[in-house]
């Protein structure tokens, strides 16, 4: 443990300096040029970035760049990565996933992790494998999810059921952009559970425990363009009050209806949650073939590099709705990302196999 | 067959379960406990499998159908591990909070008809949760351990270290496939693997920090300063488990419903 003692403190000295003055050198960019605009990085930016990765990563051992692959230079980092995150998990509004110091620790990251994969790959024995799953499949998704995030886009469409739509509202930059990819919605559909009846405190329309009343519901009424309805009977226990009518949430073309129990409470419809909605949909790209399915919420649509998500309807109309909202994600990088989470996924069963033994 | 017969067969399963636990550590012989754990396995899911077939869709679709597989995942992975590595505290800690699950299941079974949202209904789901439940019984194990070692005498210490190590990389295993998980749903569910999310933030933060313990271990740094790490590590996992939800960051996560 401690034959590397004094050596090791000095080392680690250096490299805590150096690091902290790349942090430093973020804030002082971040003061001057604002915050990190990952747009820098697009397509062929990244694609140079990763260039320059491998060919570190191949020079010999010896070099001086072979010095910022050292382990504790990993520790380092590790802590910096921590400690940045800390900031953003109590704070999220700190700005720290867009800041230049992230930025600068993150590429000292990748760096530190394509360095350290890279010599051990160099004189790779089997036994190694762990450890290069757990590296490389890290550095892949790190690189992907980083610099290659710059290259995607994610888009929200609104499409009417019967009607093509081709433009989308940009997430990221919030303009209305043509996209190389049209929908046409053939159907939206949506269940909805049926709701629950009751009590609540006439004056604030909170929902309130009641235990002296029994409320029986039957008669449900549960139709398209209709709202929901139950005929209820409550009853009291206590003094042996009994009311009954028809309860209802409403919707945007009819009036809600409820139960008057006593001055202060009377039973009333919760809104209807929505079970399932899809939304059938036929995918016309400029060029190549289209494509026809159906999505609905963690069940996407792929076409091509784009991925189309259910995102959501007109609220107000619930399963009537006429509108279907898309969410349209476009990562060229997802393949490579995908990669990189498989290699872990193995990396950490191989964890799990060998355990803490060297 | 239905949710009414589940009270027989979650007896059964229980019974041969914690028999199996018992045998555990009275017989030498892991005969008798292999047995009796897997009749457990199989009643557990034969009453899965019967329920399948009479509800015509897997049961995936209520919080009482998740439990139900929470509690049969938990005792196998519970067992493979103890085949694997012969905790057998894992498999009575499995099979505890199998039985938790079971009773919540018997208790409140309104549940059964109680449906989950959308975005919940997903295969990712049952395991996501399952192999997070497992980290935190390894990871809770290594917290006491590297207590003791640190308040222990050096003799203690150097007899514990391995077994320290031995839990934080195999809970270490549990957490990164919990977080790869989360990433493989989150991009089906909201079109991001990765959106900084509260939820996915404090997860990050906790790998980090058992990521630091593994590697200061290789690093030569003092064992002292480098054991504090585990408990420290146990504090933010305990976070993002349970005390995300009270941050007042977690306002608009799409993970607190
Ligand atoms: C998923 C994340 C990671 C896992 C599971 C992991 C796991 C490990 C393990 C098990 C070892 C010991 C391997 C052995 O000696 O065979 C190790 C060594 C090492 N790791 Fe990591 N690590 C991860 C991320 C990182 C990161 C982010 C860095 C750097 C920024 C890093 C840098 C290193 C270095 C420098 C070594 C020593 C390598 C050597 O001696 O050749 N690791 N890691």
């Known amino acids: 443990m401690d034959r590397e003692g004094k050596g090791r403190k000095k080392t680690y000295i250096t490299e805590l300096t150096i690091v902290l003055a790349v942090i430093v050198a973020g804030a002082a960019l971040q003061i001057v040029t604002g915050p990190f605009n990952s747009a820098i990085v697009r397509f062929p930016a990244n694609a140079v970035f990763l260039l320059i990765f491998l060919v570190a990563a191949a020079l010999p051992p010896n070099s001086v760049v072979a010095r910022l692959g050292t382990l504790s230079l990993s520790v380092i980092l590790i802590s910096s990565f921590l400690i940045l995150s800390l900031i953003m998990g109590l704070i999220p509004q700190s700005g720290i996933v867009n800041s230049w110091p992230f930025a600068l620790t993150y590429l000292m990251l990748l760096t530190n992790l394509v360095l350290v994969a890279g010599r051990r790959a160099r004189a790779f024995r089997l036994k190694d494998s762990g450890f290069m799953l757990n590296h490389a499949g890290l550095f892949i998704l790190l690189f992907s999810a980083g610099f290659g995030s710059a290259d995607s886009g994610k888009y929200f469409m609104t499409v009417y059921e019967g009607r093509v739509e081709w433009r989308g509202e940009n997430i990221k930059t919030g303009q209305i952009d043509e996209l190389p990819v049209a929908i046409l919605l053939k159907n939206f559909d949506m269940e909805e559970y049926f709701p629950k009846s009751i009590i609540i405190d006439k004056r604030s329309g909170d929902a309130i425990p009641s235990y002296d009343w029994v409320i029986v519901s039957d008669s449900l009424v549960d139709n398209d363009n209709h709202a929901p309805a139950a005929y209820i009977r409550a009853s009291n226990n206590k003094t042996g009050d009994k009311y009954e009518g028809w309860v209802s949430c409403g919707n945007y073309s009819q009036p809600f209806r409820v139960l008057d129990l006593t001055e202060r409470i009377c039973v009333a419809m919760a809104y209807p949650e929505p079970k399932s909605f899809s939304s059938e949909i036929e995918v016309k790209r400029e060029r190549g073939s289209s494509k026809s399915g159906v999505v609905q919420v963690n069940h996407p649509l792929t076409v091509g590099s784009w991925k189309i998500y259910q995102y959501s309807y007109d609220m107000q109309k619930g399963r009537d709705s006429g509108y279907s909202v898309f969410q349209l994600v476009h990562d060229p990088w997802l393949i490579p990302a995908y990669i990189g989470i498989f290699m872990l996924f193995i990396g950490s069963v191989t964890l799990f196999w060998k355990g803490g033994k060297r | ?257």
């Not at chain 2, 379960?17 to 045998?23: D, E, H, Q």
């Not at chain 2, 199998?98 to 997903?122: C, D, G, Y």
């Not at chain 2, 690093?219 to 480098?226: E, V």
């Not at chain 2, 790490?229 to 488990?241: C, D, R, S």
């Open chain 2, 1 to 257: 067959m239905s949710w009414n017969e589940f009270i027989y067969f979650a007896a059964a399963a229980l019974v041969l379960w914690f028999s199996g636990v018992v045998a555990l550590y009275l017989f030498k012989k892991r005969y008798f406990s292999d047995l009796l754990i897997s009749a457990g396995l199989i009643v557990f899911a034969s009453f899965i499998v019967l329920l399948w077939i009479w509800l015509k869709h897997p049961p995936l679709r209520t919080m009482g159908e998740t439990r139900l597989w929470y509690s049969f995942f938990l005792v196998i992975v519970g067992y493979l591990t103890y085949l694997r590595w012969r905790y057998k505290w894992l498999v009575a800690y499995s099979t505890l909070v199998s039985a938790v699950f079971i009773l919540i299941n018997l208790l409140k079974p309104e549940i059964h008809t109680a449906n989950l949202m959308p975005a919940l209904q997903s295969p990712w789901f049952v395991p996501h949760v399952t192999v997070y439940i497992l980290a935190y019984a390894m990871m809770g194990a290594a917290t006491i351990a590297a207590l003791i070692a640190l308040y222990g005498s050096s003799a203690e210490s150097e007899k514990l270290i391995n077994m320290i190590d031995n839990l934080v990389y195999i809970g270490l295993a549990f957490l990164m496939a919990g977080i790869l998980m989360g990433a493989l749903w989150a991009k089906a569910a909201w079109g991001d693997y990765w959106s900084w999310d509260i939820k996915e933030t404090w997860a990050l933060i906790t790998v980090c920090a058992y990521l630091l313990y593994i590697h200061s271990r290789r690093g030569g740094y003092s064992r002292k300063i480098t054991l504090w790490i585990i408990p420290i590590g146990f504090v933010l996992l305990m976070i993002t488990w349970l005390g995300v939800s009270y941050l007042p960051a977690a306002q608009g996560s799409i993970h607190v419903y």
